[in-house]
């Protein structure tokens, strides 16, 4: 079991950026699949990226490739999503997660960060 936390969300002007990092306590982030999801009001979830353990990265919508990047720091255990050129329709609530070797699913969760997007 891997404990998550979020923090780096808040309130930013369009254009602007912003760096998320989820923290991982009781397991080295490099021994799980990691991702970032994100959830806007009334929806379902929606996978932004991850990175799993040899490294290797995907991005989920296209909406977000080349603005987003995902990377994995282990000294620090943390995985980080840096944001650019943020957009109002970016604004939501951004969740960290860790998916384990052979797993089919996410199975740990952070409660999430608020990224919200002002025009």
């Known amino acids: 079991q891997v404990h998550l936390v979020e923090s780096g969300g808040g309130l930013v002007q369009a254009g602007g950026s912003l760096r998320l990092s989820c923290v991982a306590a009781?397991?080295?982030?490099?021994?799980?699949?990691m991702g970032w999801f994100r959830q806007f009001p009334g929806s379902e979830r929606e996978f932004v990226a991850s990175?799993?353990?040899?490294?290797?990265?995907?991005y989920g919508a296209d909406s977000v490739k080349g603005r987003f990047t995902i990377s994995r720091d282990a000294a620090k255990n943390t995985v980080d999503l840096q944001m650019n050129s943020l957009k109002p329709e970016d604004t939501a609530v951004y969740l960290c997660a860790a998916r384990r070797l052979g797993g089919a699913h996410y199975d740990n969760w952070g409660q999430g960060t608020q990224v919200t997007v002002s025009s």
């Open positions: 009781g397991r080295a982030v490099s021994t799980y699949t």
């Open positions: 990175i799993n353990r040899p490294g290797g990265i995907t």
